[in-house]
Nanobody, 125 residues
């Protein structure tokens, strides 16, 4: 499985961006979603969605500003990011979890076995 992320860019605070992640084939992952890594920091959870079902999870720092969605027919997961802040600046990675990942594990990077190449998001005035 190959994951291709796109949609990053440089924007000003308050602007919006939409990230998209396309899987090269139908996924057997339990969860798909997004993590991010800022310079000098560890990779952190942003948002994931259950591939079979409606469960969505968000980091507290993005809740109410970011919305994750999926298109099962096209094997894509999108992240709509509104009200961007400078602290959202990072490389954003899409990821697909193991088929057996349970809800309590879904926020952990180690639960994800496939990763996209990353797309840079820079928020600066």
């Amino acid at each position: 499985v190959q994951l291709q992320a796109s949609g990053g860019g440089s924007v000003q605070p308050g602007d919006s961006l939409r990230l998209s992640c396309a899987s090269s084939q139908r996924t057997s992952a339990r969860y798909m979603g997004w993590f991010r890594q800022a310079p000098g920091k560890e990779r952190e959870f942003v948002s994931v969605i259950k591939w079979q079902g409606r469960t969505t999870l968000y980091a507290d720092s993005v809740k109410g500003r970011f919305t994750i969605s999926k298109n099962s027919a096209e094997n894509t997961v999108d992240l709509q990011m509104n009200g961007l802040k400078p602290e959202d600046t990072a490389v954003y990675y899409c990821a697909a979890s193991r088929p057996g990942t349970i809800l309590s594990q879904a926020r952990r990077p180690e639960s994800y076995v496939f990763w996209g190449q990353g797309t840079q998001v820079t928020v600066s005035s």
